[in-house]
């Protein structure tokens, strides 16, 4: 049919049911059909406040677009929270607005994980309090697979980490926890490229930066602390009494946290940064790629942020995905943060 024919017609068209050829004509007491009742529209609430718009006026919208047409795909978000012996965590990983607009892939991810240590005594002693293990990965842009070995990097972790935890539990100096640390790091390299072997791939093509961070809550083994290491340019902060410091990575003279941009998982298992810092109570420690550190670098983001976290409750899930869904512009890189709450 034509577009005039249509203009033309002013109601649709209605079908007709043809009588049977053999039927006698209807009983006269059959009730007439009732005419059919159109439902009513749905209402629609208040809709949900976008992003705030923390630095600039962003050019590209934060609605995904076209799906990724790539090797396993990431979804376009993730979202988890929990708690551990006291500790509440919540965690988000979300595709860039530059992703989202061109159809490609979120190349970040992010988990975390209850360890459980033996008992301190042996067979029969009460059970040690249980870790939080936490992570975020950030997959190298340029790397056609890069998804592939973030996603990979948060798999392997857990393991890993839990065959050296007595080592990485030790109250001992920083540079024997390296040590620890490194091995972790030289485990998951080795992990990426069987992977990458089995995929028949370079392993550079998985290459991934990490931050991880060992939360040990405080107790009857003394107060809260956490062990943290990473690979490449993934950071560590602390938002203590309404003040972010950064606590994970190479310092310059300045004090200033130097970009490692160039390292990557599985390329550079030996540079890792090593920190540790004391946790008090209302602390908040956060994990997170540069698609969230390199917006802190502006007091807009930090002060924010401060206002959200630093309330002295941890936020529901819904809550910290659109928190950390904030708009930022020239900042559209994948953002994946995982944020600690220590009662």
């Known amino acids: 049919m034509t577009e005039e024919a249509v203009a033309a017609d002013p109601e649709p068209a209605t079908a007709v049911e043809l009588p049977d050829a053999g039927a006698g004509p209807a009983a006269p007491d059959e009730p007439a059909a009732e005419p059919a009742v159109a439902p009513e529209p749905v209402a629609l609430g208040p809709r949900f ?8 006026r962003p050019s590209l919208g934060s609605a995904p677009r076209a799906l990724p047409q790539v090797t396993a795909a990431a979804p376009d978000s993730v979202v988890d929270g929990g708690t551990v012996g006291g500790l509440v965590v919540r965690g988000a990983s979300i595709r860039g607005d530059d992703h989202r607009y061109f159809g490609e892939t979120r190349q970040d991810a992010m988990g975390f994980w209850t360890l459980n240590p033996p008992p301190a005594g042996g067979q029969g002693s009460p059970a040690a309090d249980p870790v ?128 490692t941009a160039t390292d990557a998982l599985p390329g550079h298992p030996d540079r890792v940064a090593v920190a540790e810092c004391a946790l008090e109570s209302g602390d908040v420690l956060l994990l997170c790629t540069d698609g969230l550190a390199n917006p802190m670098r502006n007091d807009s983001v930090l002060d924010r942020l401060a206002q959200y976290w630093g309330a002295g409750h941890a936020p529901a899930l819904p809550e910290f995905y659109w928190q950390l869904s904030f708009r930022a512009q020239t900042f559209g890189d994948d953002r994946s943060a995982v944020c600690v709450w220590v009662p």
């Open 132 to 259: 939080l293990l936490a992570c975020v990965a950030d997959g190298v842009g340029s790397q056609p697979l890069s998804q592939l070995g973030s996603s990979l990097v948060c798999r392997l972790l857990p393991q890993h980490t839990a065959l050296r935890f007595d080592r990485l539990a030790q109250r001992a100096p920083l540079e024997a926890l390296a040590g620890a640390c490194r091995a972790v790091a030289s485990d998951i390299a080795a992990g990426i490229r069987v992977e990458a072997a089995e995929r028949r791939a370079d392993a550079k093509e998985l290459s991934a930066a990490m931050a991880a961070a060992l939360v040990f809550p405080g107790g009857a083994s003394g107060p809260a602390r956490a062990l943290l290491f990473a690979v490449g340019d993934c950071q560590g902060f602390l938002l203590s009494r309404g003040v972010w410091r950064a606590v994970l990575g190479p310092a310059g003279d300045d004090g200033d946290i130097m970009s």
């Open 49 to 56: 406040p976008e992003p705030v718009v923390l630095v600039g």
